[in-house]
């Protein structure tokens, strides 16, 4: 089974702070997406990958940026962060018959 | 920017019962795809049916596809405790395995 793995579960992190969101697949996946979740409005896309190196906004990339320097691990990086990040943040790796999420991360920004 | 749009937002029944979602979407698709997420988890991805298909089964789910309507249903047949959850559709518009979920339906299924 494809494994998709978050980093941390729960995070508190202080207003201006750079934080860092890691997640690792481990079946050479190619595709791989960031999305928060907040209730009322779903998930939305903050941005995906096709390959090492390779990134492409999604439809909410404000605030946010990536990085794919292995192919296994795709990196949310908050430059600054604010309240209105404060989500559960979710990690999936493409598969062929769809996605597999990480556990997920939930971000407070205080 | 909202493709799919599950129907109802909350559903509650008794253990044994069936429970059915709907799940409309706007443009044309690829594949639709159905996900169950339990409380404060990642989801899980339950089933995928391509936009050729008009119905798909996996043990107690069923799901269907109308593409002239552009919706779809799950149901899930002798509800358990534990498919307490919510219930997302996603729709993949094409290539680049890009999906597009709705809000979900949050069942709750009472022992």
């Given at each position: 089974d494809v494994k998709v793995t978050q980093s941390s579960r729960y995070l508190v992190k202080r207003t201006g702070e750079k934080v860092f969101l890691e997640c690792v697949q481990d079946m050479d996946?190619?595709?791989?997406?960031?999305?928060?979740?907040?209730?009322?409005?779903?998930?939305?896309?903050?941005?995906?990958?096709?390959?090492?190196?390779?990134?492409?906004?999604?439809?909410?990339?404000?605030?946010?940026?990536?990085?794919r320097e292995k192919k296994e691990r795709f990196s949310l990086i908050l430059e600054s962060a604010s309240t209105n990040q404060t989500s559960m943040y979710l990690c999936a790796s493409w598969t062929n018959y769809g996605y597999t999420f990480g556990s997920g991360t939930r971000l407070t920004v205080v | 920017s909202q493709q799919g749009e599950e129907d109802p937002q909350a559903l509650s029944i008794q253990e044994g019962e069936n429970a059915t979602m709907n799940c409309s979407y706007k443009t044309s698709i690829n594949n639709l795809q159905w996900y169950r997420q339990n409380s404060g988890r990642g989801l899980v991805h339950l089933i995928l049916i391509r936009s050729n298909e008009r119905e798909k089964h996996s043990g107690r789910l069923r799901v269907t596809l109308d593409t002239s309507k552009k919706s779809s249903s799950l149901l899930i047949t002798a509800s358990r405790a534990a498919d307490t959850a919510s219930y997302f559709c996603a729709t993949d518009t094409g290539g680049s395995e890009k999906l597009v979920f709705g809000k979900g339906t949050k069942l709750t299924v009472n022992p």
């Open positions: 996946h190619e595709n791989m997406f960031w999305y928060r979740q907040d209730p009322g409005l779903g998930l939305r896309l903050i941005y995906f990958s096709y390959d090492v190196k390779m990134k492409e906004k999604g439809d909410i990339p404000e605030g946010y940026s990536v990085s | -």
